[in-house]
């Protein structure tokens, strides 16, 4: 089990980060947050969400986790998963969500506590030399400019940010090492490394967290040595004994 305090160096005058990814809430209220939100903001600063909030994307289910964030004090950002877009309504999530004081980071990074927070859902197309290009039918051609377009918005976002502290909030993995223990077969489309490329284009950037890689690796590094961190609840438990990464930053 790592010690929380020391996952990422350097980290005087830092503030402590809760990151945790795929709550699935669902209509049926079978996975409330309310008591684990209380508790996150007694030992954080910050909360933040790594996608895959809802089940399916259903305003109801945004509205239930809506009501939970009540008992979070501290300020929240997060990404939306692909579970967030399941039904068409990615935009009403947001604005659900958004109304019960999360930043949900996409088009704009913002900072607190002199920190920043640059955020993109991510896509899929795979790690290195295995990573899928922009080659042959149209169908593959708007595949991969959807995996490009995603780690655009994140290299914006971080070219905005004057802090010399930022977090890179993603759901879609940027890098293989955290996905390790998913199928091999389905690594492709578990992330993208045009992601960690965008990362490592600033040395701002102290640490990465996602989500979606639920049988996934707690930790791993971007080719560039920015720490990674798969905050998919699963794991984070099976690493630290709770459902949440105390990070600081």
Not at 80 to 101: M, R, S
Not at 147 to 159: D, G, M, T, V
């Amino acid at each position: 089990m790592n010690d929380p305090s020391t996952e990422i160096p350097d980290a005087n005058g830092a503030i402590t980060v809760a990151a945790i990814g795929d709550l699935h809430v669902t209509e049926n209220g079978a996975r409330r947050y309310r008591e684990l939100f209380a508790e996150i903001s007694d030992v954080a600063d910050v909360l933040v969400l790594a996608g895959d909030l809802t089940d399916f994307g259903k305003p109801g289910e945004a509205e239930l986790l809506a009501e939970d964030l009540r008992a979070c004090t501290i300020p929240a950002v997060g990404v939306l998963g692909n579970h967030d877009y399941e039904c068409g309504c990615p935009d009403k999530v947001t604005e659900i969500l958004t109304q019960a004081g999360v930043t949900i980071l996409d088009q704009q990074a913002c900072v607190i506590e002199g920190v920043g927070f640059a955020g993109v859902k991510g896509f899929i197309g795979g790690f290195g030399r295995a990573e899928l290009d922009p080659f042959g039918e149209a169908a593959i051609k708007t595949f991969v400019d959807e995996s490009i377009n995603e780690a655009r918005k994140l290299e914006h976002q971080l070219r905005t940010l004057r802090t010399e502290r930022v977090m890179a909030v993603l759901h879609y993995a940027p890098i293989p090492e955290t996905i390790e223990g998913e199928p091999l077969e389905i690594f492709p489309f578990l992330g993208s490394s045009r992601l960690a490329q965008a990362v490592d284009r600033f040395d701002t950037v102290k640490a990465v967290v996602h989500g979606h890689a639920h049988r996934g690796r707690y930790s791993g590094a971007t080719p560039g040595g920015v720490p990674v961190y798969n905050v998919a609840q699963f794991v984070v438990k099976a690493e630290l004994g709770r459902a949440y990464a105390l990070l600081q930053v």
